[in-house]
């Protein structure tokens, strides 16, 4: 069946330093990708998708591709701030799916 | 705008108590479903409408029972619940085949 594998954490850095965040997958088809982001005590909001291979998803700085000769969609930002600080979320829904099948999150703490 | 409304944000229950989780979306999305959140893990589906109509249901137990009411509504009732059944519980709505949007969650005790 379908699966997605995420970089495990949780994963500490400092503000203003990069960020990736790996994410690859395992699909039948052409799958759409997706990044979540949940802060503390709130629900999931979605932070960026891609939904055919070459596409690159970006929203508040970060950006991923969706790369299918590597079955990858690494999530990045140039230079992150405290309020980044949030459990993300990678995942895939196969065409026409209900379902959304998810990485087991990454939670990210930037320390100012 | 993308907004999934539910209601309560938090909600205490005993275990002998009835109880209902409320969402509701203006997007005209055709599909709404519940997940279930546990602390440090990703979501679980539950439920899935389409139309109105149930169309997936993860063999949850049922001491959960949803309901579509219409388009725009979606409830969870509880009932009979256990401690381990304390979580968050997300709605969410997509048109079919689309992006799921999820709401900011439920947060439920059971004592």
């Known amino acids: 069946g379908d699966s997605v594998t995420q970089m495990e954490g949780p994963v500490t850095l400092s503000e203003e330093a990069f960020l990736t965040i790996n994410c690859t997958y395992t699909a039948t088809g052409y799958p759409s990708l997706f990044w979540y982001v949940q802060y503390p005590g709130e629900g999931l909001q979605l932070l960026l998708k891609?939904?055919?291979?070459?596409d690159k998803g970006s929203n508040k700085g970060f950006e991923a591709t969706y790369r299918k000769e590597t079955t990858s969609f690494h999530l990045e930002k140039g230079s992150v701030q405290v309020s980044d600080s949030a459990v993300y979320f990678c995942?895939?829904?196969?065409?026409?799916?209900?379902?959304?099948?998810f990485g087991q999150g990454t939670r990210l703490t930037i320390n100012p | 705008d993308t907004e999934v409304t539910q209601t309560p944000k938090h909600l205490v229950m005993g275990m002998t108590n009835k109880k209902s989780l409320k969402c509701e979306q203006h997007?005209?999305?055709?599909?709404m479903y519940w997940y279930k959140q546990k602390a440090k893990k990703p979501p679980e589906l539950m439920f899935v409408?389409?139309?109105?109509?149930?169309?997936i249901n993860e063999s949850v137990p049922s001491r959960f029972s949803p309901e579509c009411p219409n388009s725009s509504l979606l409830n969870l009732h509880l009932h009979a619940l256990q401690p381990e059944d304390s979580a968050l519980y997300l709605c969410a709505s997509s048109q079919l085949g689309n992006t799921i949007y999820f709401g900011e969650g439920s947060w439920l005790t059971v004592v």
């Open positions: 995942a895939l829904s196969g065409l026409g799916a209900q379902k959304l099948v």
């Open positions: 891609a939904t055919k291979a070459d």
């Open positions: 997007m005209g999305h055709r599909a």
């Open positions: 409408y389409s139309y109105e109509k149930l169309s």
